[in-house]
Structure formats: C-alpha cells, structure tokens
C-alpha cells in the first residue's frame, strides 16, 4: 500500500434488507437500486469527499441479480444484470471515498436509505483500524496491531 | 502456474476485466483458473459478484494483500497451488495497494512454483485526468511494474482525450503495450489474451 495516508480512503459497508409490497416491475426496481447508488455518491460528496474511490452494490432478489457501480462525482451509475418481479431484495452496499469522516458517511447514508428505501432494515460495517502508526492498512485487524499489551477493553 | 496481478486504483474496472478476460480464457483454451480476491471494504462485493458469474473465488479480506495480509496472501496461493493445482491464478488486489510488494512477496516466497508472471495494470479513461494529478505517485508505483496497460472505460472519452491519456502514461515512464478497452462490453481485449499464450 502506498505509504501516503492522504491516499488512503473512508471505507463504509452496509447491507440492507427490505420488501416492495406490492411486488415491483423489474425495470423499476433496477432504477430503484441504482437511484439509492447514486444519492449515496451524491451524499458521499456533499459530506466532503474530494475523490469517490468506488461505491459499488450487489442486490438480490429472488433468482435475479445486479451489481452497480458509481466512480464519479456526479453519480452516474453503471449496472449489470437484470432483475424479473421483485418482492424481497437484499443489498449490500460498499462505499469507499476520499475525504469524509465515516460518522458523517454513516449519518449520511442512513438518511438516504431511509429517504429511497424507507422501512428497509440497514447493517452498517465499519472497518476496525489498528493503533499502530506505522501500519498503513486500514483494515487491519491484527490482534497484535488493534491492542496494546495493556489494553484492558473487553476483547482483551 | 501463471500468476497474474491484475492491479488498478480504486474502481477503474479491474473485476470487470477479469470477468471478461477469464470467459475468453476459458473457453478459447481451457485453462484452470482461480480468482484471489481481496476486496478494500468489510464486504466483499467483487468476489460475490464473480461467483454469481460462476468463477471459482477465494477471498482475502480483513486488511490489504501488500499489508497485513501479505502472509495470508502467500499462504492462499500455496493452498490453492497444492490443492488445486490451477494453471493460472489470478488476483486482485484492493485499489490502494502497491503491486511491487505482491509481487515480491510471492517470487521470494519458497513453497510457491511460479513458471510465468504478469502484472495487467487498469486505468480509468473517464478519471483519468483527475487521478493523474491526484494519485501520481501510487499510479506511477503500479505502471512501473507493468506488464501491459489497459485504458478502460473508452466509451467515456474522445479519441484526442485517449491519445493525451497514452501520452501520460509514457511520460510516467512506462514503454510496453497500452491497451485502449471497453472491458464491459469486451471492446479490445484480444491483445490482453496474447499474454497468455
């Protein structure tokens, strides 16, 4: 990894669950999905990322599946695959940009579910940095590297 | 084994290129494949995505492959390697990591027989104005271990805008093969396959 931390990105995961009573066309839920990606880059941005690194999405929902990607700062939104009559759908949702504290990526993303997707039950993921400063991965999770010998919290 | 790396900055398509490059692989030769994954984010959504398309994936996740996986990494390669035995293995690092300290990693690392690395580096011609400038120096680590780069996203740019791109790389001191691709639609990725003849 690049030893420059200004490079290294806010990761944010999450992964939705939700139903569309009455079921929803396909086409309409494809636009559904892809419109929640693009407020998520939007938000991304309005919180303060100066780069979007990737916000990417994989939806289920019975046997269709489609996978979304946006890279830029004006949302546009690539998708592959089809989805038929959707009922119950399961999303997960990986957003990873430049700039923004992940409190107020987290704040921000709720919103928008909640906005796009409301009654749709959300799991936010946040990656578990280790203390070590000369660790550069922020996805460390070295038990070695997240904890100090002394450390007294409850996983210790 | 073959081992290819197939490395980018965050979201140039590179599992879009593998997705496409293992179909023509596979079906044009026959090859054994195995996907390394290691996804930057809690959840890996590009190996789920290439299992959906029935690719054989193994993940590595919980931190970065040229990090502190850099152990798990080798240690997934000698499993798949004895268990498996793939002709070609292919892995995609996350888009912040450096693809020299992999590949260093894996060719000084005893218990792992590799008869042939390739090193595919991805950019993005839609962003690529602005990543130059941004990330120039993790751009220039990747390019300087490249085999062959591969523009991708075309459809996004001018002509004009793809030859300054080309003339960019040059001038970041990479003098092999650049590829100009549309790697979703499979646009152009026949030269990429001559590298596993």
Redesign the interface.
């Known amino acids: 990894m690049t030893e420059d931390q200004e490079f290294i990105p806010t990761p944010l995961a999450a992964d939705l669950k939700g139903v569309f009573s009455p079921p929803m066309e396909g086409t309409d839920a494809v636009q559904k999905f892809s419109d929640l990606l693009k407020a998520l880059t939007l938000g991304a941005v309005d919180v303060g990322a100066w780069s979007i690194g990737h916000v990417k999405a994989v939806v289920e929902a019975g046997q269709g599946f489609i996978s979304m990607s946006s890279t830029t700062e004006d949302g546009n939104v690539r998708t592959k695959g089809e989805l038929s009559s959707v009922e119950e759908w399961t999303m997960t949702v990986n957003v990873i940009v430049f700039g923004p504290d992940v409190e107020d990526l987290e704040t921000m993303l709720l919103e928008k579910v909640e906005s796009i997707m409301p009654g749709s039950k959300v799991n936010v993921y946040h990656a578990e940095g280790c203390d070590d400063p000369e660790c550069f991965d922020p996805f460390c999770r070295r038990p070695e590297h997240v904890h100090e010998d002394d450390c007294d919290c409850d996983r210790c | 084994m073959h081992f290819v790396l197939v490395s980018g900055?965050?979201?140039v398509g590179k599992t879009t290129v593998i997705l496409n490059m293992m179909d023509a692989l596979y079906e044009s030769k026959g090859h054994r494949i195995m996907v390394i994954e290691n996804?930057?984010?809690?959840?890996g959504?590009d190996g789920?995505?290439m299992r959906?398309y029935g690719m054989d994936v193994q993940e590595l996740?919980?931190?970065?492959i040229?990090?502190?996986?850099k152990t798990g990494l080798i240690d997934t390669v000698r499993v798949v390697q004895a268990n498996m035995d793939p002709d070609i293995i292919i892995v995609e690092p996350?888009?912040?990591?450096?693809p020299e300290?992999i590949i260093n990693a894996v060719q000084d690392c005893s218990g792992i027989e590799i008869d042939r690395l390739s090193t595919i580096i991805v950019v993005?011609a839609?962003?690529f104005a602005?990543?130059w400038k941004?990330?120039e120096?993790?751009l220039k680590?990747q390019l300087k271990v490249a085999d062959i780069v591969l523009v991708n996203k075309i459809d996004t740019v001018s002509d004009e805008d793809l030859d300054g791109i080309k003339e960019r790389i040059k001038t970041f001191g990479f003098n092999g093969p650049v590829e100009a691709v549309q790697a979703?639609k499979g646009v152009n990725m026949g030269k990429l396959l001559e590298l596993f003849e």
């Open positions: 900055l965050l979201g996804d930057f984010g809690n959840k959504i789920e995505v959906k996740k919980g931190g970065c040229c990090c502190t996986l996350t888009g912040i990591a450096d300290i993005d839609e962003r602005k990543t941004m990330f120096r993790p680590n979703d």
